[in-house]
């Protein structure tokens, strides 16, 4: 079983930042591809962003690339969503999710397996 808890969620005015973090528990912490996905009210859920085991590698729905810029602290056991320039269409609730397979990195939320309870992020025009 991993828990996994988002903070850092706000109000923010358009063209601000935020930083989001997820801490997650367990020791295998390494192990784990990690993204961020979002949903909007009356949207699906969509993908965000995704990183590798180790953190060399990343990967960025075309909606954020250049603005928002993941990452992580293995030794934390956290993962960072830093959003910078965010507009009005940003606005969502952010959850991070764990992969504990052994498998690529994934775009689809089916793949992963265990989910934060999310972040509200409100970006104000």
């Known amino acids: 079983q991993v828990q996994l808890v988002e903070s850092g969620g706000g109000l923010v005015q358009a063209g601000g930042s935020l930083r989001l973090s997820c801490a997650a528990s367990g020791r295998a912490f390494s192990t784990y591809v990690m993204a961020w996905f979002r949903q909007a009210p009356g949207k699906e859920r969509e993908f965000v962003a995704a990183?590798?085991?180790?953190?060399?590698?990343?990967y960025y729905a075309d909606f954020v690339k250049g603005r928002f810029t993941i990452s992580r602290d293995n030794a934390k056991n956290t993962v960072y969503l830093q959003m910078k320039s965010l507009r009005p269409e940003d606005t969502a609730v952010y959850y991070c999710?764990?992969?504990?397979?052994?498998?690529?990195?994934?775009?689809?939320?089916?793949?992963?397996?265990?989910w934060g309870q999310g972040t509200q992020v409100t970006v104000s025009s």
């Open positions: 999710a764990a992969d504990l397979g052994l498998g690529p990195v994934w775009r689809s939320s089916t793949e992963y397996d265990y």
């Open positions: 990183i590798s085991r180790s953190g060399g590698t990343t």
